[in-house]
Nanobody, 123 residues
Framework: VQLVESGGGSVQPGGSLRLSCAGS????????MAWFRQAPGAFREGVAA???????NYADSVKGRFTISKDNAKDTLYLQMNSLKPTDTAMYYC??????????????????WGQGTQVTVSS
């Protein structure tokens, strides 16, 4: 299993970014997937999750601003981030688990992780 994130970068407050996570080595459509983020000195935080049937969940801090989606034909997970704030600055990781999870924004539920992509929101 391999997960490779891309799309991070630097953006001004109020701007947008779209993160991608390309998966390989597994049946993408059957996995629970999620995005996490971790700022320096902070715990890894669940941002958004999508399960194999397309049900989604978001952290309260990003509801209404972030959208998680996936394209099973392309084996790719996305995170559209709008109205970005300086507090969104972090390393963003995608994660996967081969089946349903109970707590979909909890890091311990996932056993496959990408290397991360940095998002910096600053004026």
């Amino acid at each position: 299993v391999q997960l490779v994130e891309s799309g991070g970068g630097s953006v001004q407050p109020g701007g947008s970014l779209r993160l991608s996570c390309a998966g390989s080595g597994f049946t993408f459509s059957t996995y629970s997937m999620a995005w996490f983020r971790q700022a320096p000195g902070a715990f890894r935080e669940g941002v958004a999750a999508i399960d194999s049937d397309g049900s989604v969940n978001y952290a309260d801090s990003v509801k209404g601003r972030f959208t998680i989606s996936k394209d099973n034909a392309k084996d790719t997970l996305y995170l559209q981030m709008n109205s970005l704030k300086p507090t969104d600055t972090a390393m963003y990781y995608c994660a996967a688990y081969p089946g349903p999870v109970v707590s979909d924004l909890a890091a311990y539920e996932y056993n496959y992780w990408g290397q991360g992509t940095q998002v910096t929101v600053s004026s």
